[in-house]
């Protein structure tokens, strides 16, 4: 059961509504046979396997942008797992009306997961992001169709502690798991020096590696915090230490890490809730911003606080609170987002923003909108 992070999270962690396509009688998937798993030079030679996935995904960013249901469909299995058949869709209705564009996507490894492949690529998205993410799909009568692995073909969960985590994973994740464990550590040790001793956990922090789509979740989620349990969603945004995306993997884990640590102090709304984890790992989304200023669709100041209404919402929520929040830390000093936070289950937001930051909300909301025009 999801604990109250405010009306952010709840926010954020809403799934968008779609209509479910109607049960189809499942033909016999092939099994899939796959080269060995390829580590790509500065210039692969990608096996005929690899080709015919990569066209796949090109096949489901059309559909996403199409904003039709019925081509989204007819690229996933006919026996996909009903929850990644809703995400899939819930996803192309976001993209189809945000205008996302489609990432550049560069190979990185394939293998057989079973009777699926496992495609593993980075994709460099509109934010200039770098993200590893990982795609199953199926061979059925003869098509590559995107699906996802059954819940109960995962295996057995293990746990693997390190310091101060206990690290949930089926074998599919292993790597990933050994990863994350490494990230959190590192992340755990910044966040405490940044923000201060009092936020080190007295307890031991249970993490899960989620390979599958969960019911619930937002389309467009790398990860998500149950208090005072993390999620990775380890396809949609893979956990790697080294090379290409262990960037975004580190923004990734201390993002989520700063979730739990900052609900062990404090509370606020979205505009904190997102806003200041994105400014302690500064995920800026420029990019995002950009677009929104310039087509003068910055939100009013009820609108910032309280979030997205849903998730065709999401990147223009996060782009805006991570910026509101980076201008008051640099504008009213490094301790002003915290402080603010800190006194947010005592009082009312305008209340606890005035007395922690040391000046009115809304006169700090004008000042940032002007910054933005600057």
């Known amino acids: 059961m999801r604990t109250a992070f405010g009306l952010a999270v709840a926010a954020c962690l809403a799934l968008t509504a779609c209509t479910a396509a109607p049960p189809i009688a499942a033909p016999t998937a092939t099994p899939f046979t796959a080269p060995p798993t390829v580590t790509p030079s500065p210039s692969p030679t990608l096996p005929p396997a690899a080709t015919a996935f990569l066209g796949l995904l090109a096949d489901r960013d059309a ?36 205008h996302v564009a489609a990432p550049e996507r560069r190979f990185q490894a394939l293998s057989a997961a079973g009777q699926l492949a496992e495609l593993d690529v980075t994709e460099l998205d509109d934010q200039g992001r770098i993200r590893p993410i ?63 001793e009092p936020y080190r956990p007295a307890a031991r922090i249970v993490v899960h590696c989620d390979p599958v789509a969960g019911r619930g979740v937002a389309p467009l989620a790398s990860a998500y915090v149950t208090s005072p349990e993390i999620h990775f969603l380890t396809s949609s945004s893979m956990i790697v230490s080294t090379g290409a995306g262990s960037d975004w993997s580190r923004i990734v884990v201390t993002h989520e890490l700063s979730h739990v640590l900052l609900f062990m102090r404090g509370n606020g709304p979205f505009v904190l809730v997102e806003g200041i984890p994105l400014w302690l790992t500064d995920d800026r989304r420029q990019a ?30 996060y782009a805006q609170a991570s910026s509101f929040v980076r201008f008051v830390a ?16 005592s009082a009312p937001f305008t209340e606890t923003f005035a007395r922690g930051a040391g ?16």
């Open 330 to 345: 640099a504008t009213y000093g490094p301790r002003a987002p915290i402080d603010v936070w800190e006194l947010g289950t």
């Open 134 to 196: 990982r795609y199953f799909a199926a061979t059925v009568e003869g098509r590559l169709l995107l699906t996802e692995p059954a819940a109960a073909s995962l295996g057995q969960v293990t746990v693997a502690p390190s310091e101060h985590f206990d690290i949930r994973a089926y074998p599919l994740d292993e790597r990933q798991a050994a990863a994350a464990s490494a990230l959190l550590e590192d992340a755990l040790t910044r966040l405490v020096a940044r923000l201060g």
């Open 63 to 98: 559909a996403q942008r199409s904003g039709d249901p019925s081509r989204m469909n007819a690229l996933i299995a006919p026996d996909a797992p009903q929850d990644f058949r809703d995400r899939e869709l819930a996803v192309a209705v976001v993209i189809s009306k945000q």
């Open 288 to 317: 995002q911003l950009d677009r929104i200023v310039a087509a003068g669709g910055v939100w009013d100041l009820d609108h910032l606080v309280r979030g997205p209404a849903d998730a065709n919402e999401f990147f223009a929520a």
């Open 359 to 374: 000046v009115p909300l809304a006169d700090a909301y004008a000042a940032w909108r002007a910054s933005l025009a600057r």
